[in-house]
């Protein structure tokens, strides 16, 4: 797509935006080596918990303009939850889709739960199969799939078609292959957002033997 037909959505997925915020983060480093939000002030620990705010807000009508959209100035490096925080204390919250993928013990679940607001849709895949059996965690048995992904996809229908008052949407499963969540983020319009923890740090939280087999599938198989 060209810089002309610019959206706000292809603008956050662009290489000029991605490859800005990562510089940033690298610039706004301090003497200690931390990155702080630029809006609470305290240290922002996680690659993942850091988003880049406009400050002047993208619109549709100036997203495609570099001296704001691309303005160091005009972009702040702050938490994901002050990130929400500020849309919706000054008045102008968009509904959000988010898909928050990543290995088994990554901390999908936790991040959700420390941005996700109380009026906001979550839809965790793996809590669907546990839901419909009397199955441990990541046990998916090939006889339940149907059943599984119908209330998924009914769940995901809802997002897409933005069905019901909820604020943000927040979609939490493995997504191990890049096609799979790229295709989903389309069709949902939302972004990705991926939960990266190594693989013996995603061990050493596994609270039961059987989980391990499932994280190391998981690496095994995982397309960043």
């Known amino acids: 797509m060209s810089k002309s037909m610019m959206t706000i959505q292809s603008f956050y997925k662009s290489k000029e935006w991605i490859d800005l915020v990562a510089y940033l983060k690298l610039k706004r480093v301090k003497d200690d080596g931390q990155l702080y939000c630029e809006h609470c002030g305290k240290p922002i620990i996680k690659s993942y918990d850091c988003i880049g705010h406009h400050v ?10 570099v001296r704001i959209s691309l303005n160091p100035d005009n972009i702040k490096l702050i938490h994901f939850k002050c990130h929400n925080e500020i849309h919706n204390r000054y008045g102008y919250a968009v509904r959000k889709a988010y898909i928050v993928y990543g290995a088994p013990c990554a901390g999908k679940t936790t991040f959700v739960h420390n941005n996700a607001g109380h009026s906001d849709i979550v839809i965790d895949v793996d809590n669907i199969w546990q839901m419909i059996s009397i199955n441990k965690r990541y046990d998916k048995p090939a006889k339940l799939k149907q059943c599984a992904f119908g209330v998924r996809d009914c769940l995901l229908d809802m997002v897409r078609m933005r069905i019901g008052k909820w604020d943000n949407a927040w979609v939490i499963g493995g997504y191990p292959l890049r096609m799979d969540r790229e295709r989903v983020a389309d069709r949902l319009g939302a972004e990705l957002i ?18 391990i087999k499932y994280i190391e599938n998981y690496f095994e198989i995982f397309q960043p």
């Open 56 to 65: 002047i807000e993208l619109t549709p009508t100036n997203v495609n303009d």
């Open 194 to 211: 991926y939960i990266e923890e190594s693989k013996e740090t995603c061990i050493s939280r596994a609270y039961n033997k059987d989980w």
